[in-house]
């Protein structure tokens, strides 16, 4: 029996599973992403999978492989994550600090490129040749795949559709110091930031009795989106109706990848999406008409939840492992 290593790794968690080919999970761990170091993530992926293998038992000759599905923006070249919003750090090695240590092939992926793989393989993308995966989580990423083939780019940070830009007159400034980009508005980190923008204009005569403020104490700059998807779910109007306006904009971002890559099946994941269905779901499906050019995907949430990024690295092995026999 041959196994794999996958990772998933975010700017806030770190995932690690070991599966076997067919991605059937032996154990899975988590841990908070550490970012004591430039080299201290390298560590930390390398101490959780040695910890998978004592636990089940498996020496780390019979593992095929190790991908790292990461948050971006990546540089592949030096088989790393180039810094940016998500990490502290100019450049964070991964390939080749892991390699040495484990002795065992790495692979390096955009965490959103890797999801769309394991969709492909493992979820409900199976013999689907165009295809798209969205999450909608504290950013927001885009992983695609075009007739059959999966989109990686020169520096493997194709698809990074959350920066697409859906204000134009720029009203919020995303993570990565742009202006009017999807994310800035509508991933779990910054749906705050529209509403506290809406509050204003709105005005707090009007607004003040909405259950956002009641939620919300003692002050609105401790706003979450929690907050916001709870009062929804409590009928507070203004707080659907908010959601409705985000839920457009996610429709505007939606029909863009739509619209360039054409794809048969768009599968969304993510924290947002994943613990607030209805609510971000239907306003997408609502409002995508008024803004797609071609013939619509079917859009569902994906059948691999928050596993997907994990699905998508033991994926890449797999098919890196069929590749060389």
Same mark, same amino acid.
């Given at each position: 029996?041959?196994?794999?290593?996958?990772?998933? @790794?975010?700017?806030?968690?770190?995932?690690?599973?070991?599966?076997?080919?067919?991605?059937?999970?032996?154990?899975?761990?988590?841990?908070?992403?550490?970012?004591?170091?430039?080299?201290?993530?390298?560590?930390?992926?390398?101490?959780?999978?040695? %910890?998978?293998?004592?636990?089940?038992?498996?020496?780390?000759?019979?593992?095929?492989?190790?991908? #790292?599905?990461?948050?971006?923006?990546?540089?592949?070249?030096?088989?790393?994550?180039?810094?940016?919003?998500?990490? *502290?750090?100019?450049?964070? *090695?991964?390939?080749? *600090?892991?390699?040495?240590?484990?002795?065992?092939?790495?692979?390096?992926?955009?965490?959103?490129?890797?999801?769309?793989?394991?969709?492909?393989?493992?979820?409900?993308?199976?013999?689907?040749?165009?295809?798209?995966? #969205?999450?909608?989580?504290?950013?927001?990423?885009?992983?695609?795949?075009?007739?059959?083939?999966?989109?990686?780019?020169?520096?493997?940070?194709?698809?990074?559709?959350?920066?697409?830009?859906?204000?134009?007159?720029?009203? @919020?400034?995303?993570?990565?110091?742009?202006?009017?980009?999807?994310?800035?508005?509508?991933?779990?980190?910054?749906?705050?930031?529209?509403?506290?923008?809406?509050? %204003?204009?709105?005005?707090?005569?009007?607004?003040?009795?909405?259950?956002?403020?009641?939620?919300?104490?003692?002050?609105?700059?401790?706003?979450? %989106?929690?907050?916001?998807?709870?009062?929804?779910?409590?009928?507070?109007?203004?707080?659907?109706?908010?959601?409705?306006?985000?839920?457009?904009?996610?429709?505007?971002?939606?029909?863009?990848?739509?619209?360039?890559?054409?794809?048969?099946?768009?599968?969304?994941?993510?924290?947002?999406?994943?613990?607030?269905?209805?609510?971000?779901?239907?306003?997408?499906?609502?409002?995508?008409?008024?803004?797609?050019?071609?013939?619509?995907?079917?859009?569902?949430?994906? *059948?691999?939840?928050?596993?997907?990024?994990?699905?998508?690295?033991?994926?890449?092995?797999?098919?890196?492992?069929?590749?060389?026999?």
């Amino acid at each position: 029996m041959r196994y794999a290593i996958g990772v998933d @790794l975010g700017a806030t968690k770190v995932r690690v599973a070991l599966a076997d080919i067919e991605c059937r999970f032996l154990w899975k761990t988590k841990e908070e992403t550490s970012k004591q170091s430039e080299g201290a993530i390298a560590d930390q992926i390398v101490r959780m999978s040695r %910890s998978l293998c004592q636990l089940a038992g498996i020496g780390m000759g019979k593992v095929q492989g190790l991908c #790292i599905a990461s948050a971006g923006p990546l540089d592949l070249r030096r088989g790393g994550i180039a810094g940016g919003a998500n990490f *502290p750090f100019k450049f964070i *090695p991964l390939e080749k *600090p892991v390699h040495d240590v484990l002795k065992v092939p790495v692979r390096l992926l955009n965490d959103c490129t890797a999801s769309v793989l394991g969709e492909h393989v493992f979820g409900a993308g199976k013999n689907i040749e165009n295809m798209v995966y #969205i999450t909608l989580s504290t950013g927001i990423g885009g992983g695609a795949i075009v007739d059959g083939h999966l989109l990686i780019g020169k520096d493997g940070n194709a698809v990074e559709i959350g920066h697409l830009t859906i204000d134009l007159a720029g009203r @919020l400034k995303c993570g990565c110091g742009k202006r009017g980009h999807w994310e800035a508005y509508c991933s779990g980190r910054n749906i705050p930031n529209y509403v506290r923008l809406r509050l %204003s204009e709105i005005g707090e005569e009007k607004a003040g009795g909405s259950l956002i403020y009641k939620l919300s104490e003692p002050e609105l700059s401790k706003l979450s %989106s929690e907050v916001i998807f709870a009062a929804a779910r409590r009928g507070d109007g203004l707080a659907l109706k908010l959601l409705d306006e985000l839920g457009r904009l996610n429709a505007i971002g939606f029909a863009s990848v739509a619209n360039a890559f054409d794809p048969e099946l768009i599968t969304v994941g993510g924290t947002v999406a994943l613990k607030n269905v209805r609510l971000v779901m239907a306003p997408i499906r609502k409002y995508i008409e008024d803004y797609i050019v071609c013939r619509p995907p079917k859009i569902m949430i994906t *059948p691999l939840g928050e596993d997907i990024g994990l699905y998508g690295a033991i994926a890449a092995v797999k098919l890196d492992r069929e590749r060389r026999r």
